[in-house]
């Protein structure tokens, strides 16, 4: 069985196969009707770096000590943290797990070709893996400065950094789908899959949007009515959170036409949200051109596609933008795997599942020996009973500050269970907890009320305590399942 992998940064379930009256994603849908959808899938970290390092090697974010985005030069620790690895936080995975076998190279091993075009690890430069596989990864049709922009007015000065400088935060052009990173990606991917048809694969394509800035083909804007773009749910902070919980939206503010500080104009945040399904239209397309191609080669019945958003993204939802929260709405994201010949495609699935659980699921659905440490299970039984007792809790973490050097001072993490969100905020390599979260979903699904202090859930936060705390010792929380 061949694999299309397709990875899409900054992709909350804003698709109308997950409910989402804005959405219109037909190609997506398409997908989700022969395949499941997972309707609770959780990153192990909303960011792309660890979120992405986490699922190609199926390992958290703490066994392969990625948490952010940069590559920092090793260096001595003080004494007083001997118990972590002599080198910063933020490198390459393989640093900590030189040995470690990513999903691709296990593909590549079995003989496979293992291809890939566009963003499937982060996206600069040091970050790649060539072991994963057979041929150089396509990167060059988006590594070009901050691949966002065509009008004349959003192009910036030359620069040897990367990314380049940021212009505005949407653009709207009349242009054919390639003048655009992703449509170039598509091209791309569609050109090493007529290379490859023949042989087994696994074809990773990774999409850049909805990523900022919010650029998109005029068409795609079009699909939209901005007056019927509904304004965001709860547009305020939370009450009762810690500091941790709550960032002041900074990757969305470094752009040139975002206030640096305050409350966002109705009419830009009406904007915003519009071009970030108009993004989401676009990329929806490319999705099609793939799907499309794999019909044209007669590669559809014996091929498994798995789509999947790297975390999730706030549009202004407590009055928050983009990701970098334990909250629902970052750790939660689209998650549709359709398999040739499974039982009761076209189904949702409500179980817990986490990106750990990719790499073993791909595995064997194609036959695949896989290392015995990984951290995920396979999702395979879902497909044949999308509703039978899963797992217990899905785990995400996130570090703070968010910007930093050395090592985080505070990690937080999350469970969520069936009906709760819990959160310690700990210090980080001690696990000393300095703040806690617990947000009831009977009653608060848009996290908007802490309740953790509120003497009527010391039992809720007690249980709760407990299945975080024996699932991070255990580091494999994906082990504890409802009995």
């Known amino acids: ?140 049709v988006v590594m070009k400065g901050e691949d966002g922009y065509v009008l004349p007015e959003n192009q910036s000065p030359p620069t040897d950094k990367w990314p380049g400088p940021k212009m505005a935060a949407s653009e709207c052009a009349d242009v054919a789908d390639n003048a655009y990173g992703d449509g170039r990606v598509a091209d791309a991917a569609l050109n090493i899959l007529a290379e490859v048809k023949d042989e087994p694969f696994f074809l990773a394509v990774g999409f850049r949007k909805p990523h900022l800035p919010f650029s998109a083909p005029k068409k795609y804007w079009d699909l939209y009515d901005p007056d019927q773009i509904t304004p965001p749910d709860y547009p305020t902070r939370p009450t009762g959170i810690p500091d941790y919980s709550w960032h002041m939206s900074k990757e969305l503010r470094g752009y040139s036409d975002i206030p640096a500080e305050g409350p966002l104009p109705d009419a830009m945040v009406r904007k915003l949200r519009h071009a970030y399904y108009a993004c989401v239209s676009y990329m929806d397309a490319q999705v099609g051109k793939l799907l499309d191609a794999l019909d044209e080669h007669d590669l559809t019945a014996n091929t498994a596609v798995v789509l999947w958003g790297d975390h999730g993204y706030h549009l202004g939802e407590k009055a928050l933008w983009c990701k970098t929260t334990n909250y629902e709405l970052d750790t939660n994201a689209p998650l549709i795997l359709s398999v040739p010949g499974q039982r009761n ?95 009831d979903h009977t009653h608060d699904s848009a996290e908007i009320h802490n309740v953790a202090d509120d003497p009527a859930y010391h039992a809720v936060v007690e249980t709760h305590e407990a299945i975080l705390r024996a699932g991070w010792r255990a580091s494999r929380p994906a082990i504890y399942r409802q009995s």
């Open 1 to 140: 069985m061949n694999v299309l992998f397709i990875a899409v940064d900054d992709l909350r379930t804003a698709l109308h196969c997950y409910g989402d009256p804005n959405a219109i994603t037909p190609n997506i849908d398409r997908l989700a009707a022969r395949g499941l959808l997972f309707e609770r899938a959780y990153c192990q970290q909303a960011v792309c770096n660890p979120s992405r390092a986490s699922l190609m090697t199926g390992l958290r974010p703490d066994t392969i000590r990625v948490w952010d985005l940069k590559s920092h030069f090793r260096h001595e620790l003080p004494p007083e943290r001997a118990d972590l690895p002599q080198f910063s936080t933020g490198t390459h995975f393989r640093d900590a797990q030189p040995d470690v076998i990513t999903l691709p190279q296990l593909f590549r091993q079995h003989g496979y070709q293992s291809r890939a075009a566009g963003k499937i690890y982060h996206g600069s430069p040091e970050m790649q893996d060539p072991d994963s596989w057979s041929a150089p990864a396509v990167l060059n």
């Open 345 to 439: 495609a076209g189904r949702t699935s409500s179980a817990l599942v986490e990106f750990v659980d990719i790499y073993p699921t791909l595995a064997e659905a194609c036959g695949l020996p896989q290392p015995a440490d990984r951290e995920g299970v396979s999702l395979l039984p879902l497909l044949d009973d999308p509703t039978q007792p899963w797992k217990q809790a899905a785990f995400s973490q996130f570090p703070r500050p968010w910007t930093y050097q050395g090592q985080p001072e505070v990690m937080g993490y999350t469970i969520r269970t069936d009906n709760y969100r819990y959160t310690e905020w700990q210090r980080f390599g001690t696990h000393d907890t300095l703040a806690r979260e617990l947000y």
